[in-house]
């Protein structure tokens, strides 16, 4: 059931469910936020889409801090607060920002914002089932919801990676935005931020976060950087030497940029970590919750820069392994799953428009995981994660902006380069200085083979005459 | 996109109509059942279709291949004449859509006027009358229309091949398919696509991709079209044309890439200037002259049947130098065609469905949403497929088999890979074809059968004697008649 409270007087419609001054408190602990965003046009780097607002919710901390989800500040240009349905919105700062958690912090540097709003513990256990209630600003009302917790499980959440502890709610109220408060006994036990499938990330890690946020310099949060399988098939684990006792799951791949990339190695059979026993479908035993992804170890109580003992099997032999726990984020990747607060980087010479791949760029096109350009898209789906010392990132020609210096190229696009000059292009800043050192009067730019054009030139001194005639509206 | 027509449309035509050509047409009425990709040892339902068909010399009937592709029986009527006979596929050229039929009665075409082929191209904005039988009727229409452009399209019956097509507005439909195209009571042409977002934008196969494919049969065996085997790109920019010190009163296109077993292998090299083929040049937009038209260059090595030689100048390091090569096919190059007219190669084994990887296979995953939720396999099969010949030339050739689906039995069934997903070892050897797979869990006498895939670099395992004795119980199971088709 939803119901709509008159934010001006506090007094609640229907008094059966709850007492006034229950709801006064968690009318006193969220606050209304609004960002306005101006996206980059990823396509045309140069340019700003029109801005908009975004609504959502934010949850009241300690120390005069606001929780919010990091997902809705992807593009901010301003961000801002509002109390108690009052009509005035404030200006707000973000502290932190961490969108591999979809977890930001924001402060209002107004004292008297603060004035009234106080906020209700986080609840260092969550319910697994039962009854809880959504708490949030709806176009300056106070709203209500009942939802009933129908799971806690490990889960990704908006940018992030599925090491997060999750709510997944169930719940008849029709309208939400994200940030909203999920509340039970008078306790914060988690924030929503999906309305699309109603999960919300839940008070134990957000009281970690809120914890580490004060601290300086901020460390983060663990991602192990593993992609593995589970062993449930018998005949699997017969093959590999594995008790039928022992649980374990199969590392299929390390991820270079991880902490574990020192230490584990594909085929390893991670057995327990942290001294945990993990199963052969991935899960260990939470002393509270019961069984649990493990990827849930890396964030319980741990921070980046910690170290965790892991216990493998490798060729046949068990050994304990000390593994960092390292914080990376998108922009570690060879192509970025996301572009969340990122400036856009471009070269543009003789017309020709140069990004480093991203998902930004590639989701300007429609339905592009089909329909994008089938190169990039195949880079995308098998070595966005994978950047290498030779390819830490993937160089694209993505336009040809019309000009003299670029006749008879102007149908090239979206093509991986290979090199510039004779220089194997790593990055943007290998670009930029090749160009630097042309080929006598020539740039040369190959690239990957395949993709129709192989070798392209153009004239150093057209180049630099095209700087001022190609015009980035 | 180009789509087959099965019909041509209604015309109510206001010219003059050359009165013997309609009893040389044909219509041809086909029933059509293609294998089931998902599950290859099976047809679907099948369906009835009809198309056009023209009676040329020799008592055999030209019509497109998509007409009488996947075909289990062909009959053929004539307009005058009530009972239908049936026909068999004499030839069918799947790259070029063309194919030829015969009647087994010697007197079923008695008395029909073969129709003659023209001798070239039909010059740009003349008018052509195109033959045919609309769907929803018996009788032949016919309907006019002008030549609107000569140029090298995709043919879309095979997914990946371009030839000499002409464009015209005469009001094609589905259902015209197979029909001759007249011009001063001569073939010019044989109708067979559309573009199907457009008004009035049809194609027809002209005089020398129609005797290219009639003077291929002459030794009674359909071989193809050459493959080429390279990319180009025009030479308009003045950098690239200095660059390659090319002087000014020669033109070409640059070479890019070029692929492993096809004509230019060998022949051309990236960075090539291509200066003329069989002495006749090529301007920088890559086009050359053909009679009155200018068409894609590639039409020159088109011409060539497989085995002839083709004679190129090419400038290289500062050089002009004229080379030989001898027409080829490239053999993996089918691997990215549509196939017709085949049964799926396959092999069942532990319950797993291991095929080859081809175009045909990885459109009924499409089709059946099968790669829906692993955009990463779908990725890996496409780069397979279209890329990684060119990116690992030494790749070039071979198969790469997909491990397709799971038929559930307890001897596989807490496997965590289910497929679609490309085969990359089995018992640590690489997998480079359905042969050598089967081969491969044939000779092992180990406990395990061990599969890796990519491009996730899965693993999973079979108990061999386990799997070895389910097999026959599996096969019965799930309705498989065999567990190989290699």
Known sequence: ?473 | MLSPLLALVLAAPAHAVVPDVTDSVVRIEVFQSRSDWTNPWRSDPGQTVSGTGFVIADGRILTNAHVVSDAHQVTVKRPDVAEPAVATIEAIGHDCDLAVLRIADKNFLKGVRPLKLGDGLPLLRSQVVTYGYPVGGMEASNTAGIVSRVEFQPYFHSGTDFHLAVQTDAALNPGNSGGPVIQDGKVVGVAFQILPTKQSIGYFIPIPVIRHFLADLKDGHYDGFPDLGVSTLKMVSRALRRERGVPADKSGVVVQDVARDGTADGMLESGDVLLSVDGVSIADDGRVSVGPNHVAFLYLFDQKQLGETVRVKVWRAGKELELTAKSRRIPYADQARISYDVKPRYLVYGGMLFMPLNLTLLGALEAKQMLAGSPEVRSDLLWNLFFRAREFPATSGQEVVVMVHLYRHPVNSQMAWSGPTAVRRVNGTDIHSLKQLADTLASNQGPFQTFEYEPTDGIEALDRVKADAAQKEILEQYGIPSDRHL
Request: overall charge neutral; glycine content about 8%.
């Open chain 1, 1 to 473: 059931m939803l119901l709509a409270l008159l934010a001006s007087t506090g007094a609640h419609a229907d008094a059966g469910t709850q007492g006034a001054a229950q709801v006064d408190r968690l009318r006193r602990a969220v606050v209304a936020v609004r960002a306005t965003e101006q996206p980059i046009n990823w396509r045309n780097p140069w340019k700003k889409e029109t801005p908009h607002t975004v609504d959502f919710n934010g949850i009241v901390c300690e120390g005069h801090t606001i929780l919010v989800p990091g997902t809705a500040l992807v593009a901010y240009t301003l961000i801002e607060v509002q109390r108690l349905g009052e009509q005035s919105w404030l200006p707000a700062r973000v502290k932190l920002v961490d969108y591999e958690l979809s977890l930001a912090l924001l402060e209002v540097d107004d004292a008297a914002f603060w004035n009234g709003l106080q906020p209700l513990p986080f609840a260092a256990a969550v319910p697994t089932q039962g009854t809880v209630q959504l708490a949030g600003w709806q176009s300056g009302k106070f709203e209500l919801a009942d939802a009933t917790v129908s799971k806690v499980e490990v889960a990704m959440v908006g940018f992030g990676h599925d090491r997060l502890l999750t709510l997944r709610l169930a719940t008849t109220a029709t309208a939400a935005f994200r940030g909203e408060a999920v509340v039970a006994g008078g306790q914060v036990i988690g924030m929503l931020t999906s309305k699309d499938d109603w999960t919300a990330i839940a008070s134990p890690f957000l009281a970690e976060f809120r914890r580490e946020a004060d601290r300086s310099p901020y460390r983060g949060f663990a991602r192990l950087g593993l992609r593995w399988q589970g062993l449930a098939n018998p005949a699997l684990r017969d093959s590999l030497g594995l008790r039928p006792e022992d649980g374990g799951i199969l590392v299929m791949r390390v991820l270079p940029q991880s902490g574990a990339a020192e230490v584990l190695k594909p085929r390893d059979i991670l057995l327990e970590l942290a001294g945990h026993r993990i199963d052969a479908s991935g899960r260990f035993e939470h002393p509270v919750y019961g069984p649990l992804r493990w990827s849930a170890l890396l964030t319980e109580g741990r921070r980046a820069g910690d170290s965790v003992d892991a216990l493998v099997l490798r060729d046949g032999k068990r050994q304990h392994v000390s593994v960092l726990l390292k914080r990376w984020g998108a922009q570690d990747d060879r192509i970025p799953d996301n572009m969340a607060g990122r400036k856009p980087d471009f070269v543009v010479a003789g017309g020709l428009v140069f990004q480093e791949l991203n998902w930004a760029y590639l989701s300007t096109f429609p339905n592009w995981r089909v329909a994008g350009p089938a190169r990039l898209v195949i880079a995308y789906n098998l070595d966005a994660e994978w950047p290498t010392p030779e390819h830490p990132k993937t160089v694209v020609l993505t336009v040809v902006l019309p000009d003299p210096a670029n006749l008879g190229y102007e149908e090239l696009h979206d093509l991986i380069v290979e090199s510039v000059n004779g220089v194997r292009l790593r990055n943007l800043a290998d670009l930029r200085s090749a160009l630097a050192k042309p080929v006598g009067p020539n740039h040369i730019i190959e690239f990957l083979p395949g993709q129709g054009a192989r070798r392209i030139v153009l004239d150093v001194a057209e180049v630099e005459a095209a700087a001022t005639r190609v015009q980035l509206d």
